[in-house]
């Protein structure tokens, strides 16, 4: 794995503030999320790893600020950072070495600014106003306007020009599959933040109440419900077949860990029942660790 210095030399970022722009930002984006870091360094072409690293980490830092607050606090703040956001864009400056960083990479790879705009109108809306889903078409509407966005204000970045139409259709099947997994390991922490990621039409189709669910109850009824929304989860994963086919070269074995890692936790949400209703189901040490090494020794050999 080359040095960060080189990597930065490899994508052509050479002035000494743009430089400083990308190390400040990765930094920020190990302290927030080393493993998804660790992955794109060891798996990642280098010369598409400081774009990457600076969609992640704008990504993150609008996730952060829709997420904090009251609604209306994060609807406003996430108002303010698009503001800020366009700015950046607009003149390729800011205060803020990541929103210059991100600015650059935008520019330089030359990806859509609508699907900037449309992610943080996303945040402002769907995701700061968030108080769960009454079907899937809501559901849907929420990845459409916030998830798809935000995944593609950072994979996007992979290709020059942006995605293409079937490229990003790609990554809504994609991130349909993630946000289904991703909701289902984390639903005891989101029922405790008081956060409902189930559509509540699905809940009544199962006789299963809200309480139900936030008591932990181990009801026939609960399993039923639980048993059907990873079958979904497992059909969206499926639908997902041929995304490294879309995916550049040089992400193809992040993309590829990524996939492995999201069946291995809807594997472990299966096997877990109602006891997802006690806990997260986190992705284990091992788990990540194998898929990690095994990757990184494909790279190597085809390097």
């Not at 430089?19 to 072409?45: F, G």
């Not at 079907?135 to 020059?160: C, N, S």
């Amino acid at each position: 794995m080359p040095s960060w210095r080189t990597t930065l030399t490899r994508a052509g970022i050479t002035t000494p503030r743009l430089r400083d722009d990308y190390t400040h930002t990765a930094r920020r984006v190990l302290r927030r999320e080393p493993a998804p870091y660790v992955t794109l360094r060891l798996l990642a072409a280098p010369p598409l790893v400081p774009w990457l690293t600076a969609g992640l980490a704008f990504m993150n830092r609008v996730d952060d600020v829709a997420e904090t607050g009251t609604p209306a606090e994060r609807a406003s703040a996430t108002t303010a950072l698009a503001g800020h956001v366009e700015a950046a864009l607009a003149t390729g400056d800011s205060p803020d070495p990541l929103l210059r960083a991100y600015a650059h990479a935008v520019r330089t790879r030359g990806l859509p600014g609508s699907w900037v705009t449309r992610f943080l109108d996303g945040a402002a809306t769907a995701e700061a106003a968030f108080d769960g889903f009454a079907a899937e078409e809501d559901f849907q509407a929420y990845l459409d306007a916030y998830a798809w966005p935000g995944v593609l204000v950072f994979t996007g970045l992979q290709y020059e020009g942006g995605p293409d139409p079937e490229q990003a259709a790609g990554w809504r099947r994609f991130v349909d599959a993630a946000q289904r997994v991703d909701f289902l390991a984390d639903l005891s922490g989101d029922l405790a933040e008081g956060r409902l990621c189930i559509p509540r039409a699905r809940l009544d189709e199962h006789g299963v109440t809200r309480a139900d669910l936030e008591g932990a109850r181990e009801t026939p009824a609960v399993r039923a419900l639980l048993d059907a929304e990873t079958r979904l989860a497992r059909l969206a994963l499926a639908a997902t077949d041929g995304i490294l086919d879309l995916t550049e070269p040089g992400l193809r074995p992040v993309i590829a860990a990524m996939t492995e890692l999201m069946d291995h936790q809807l594997t472990a949400v299966e096997r877990a029942g109602t006891a997802v209703l006690r806990r997260d189901t986190g992705y284990g040490l091992v788990a990540p660790l194998r898929t990690l090494l095994r990757a990184r020794v494909r790279v190597r050999a085809a390097r």
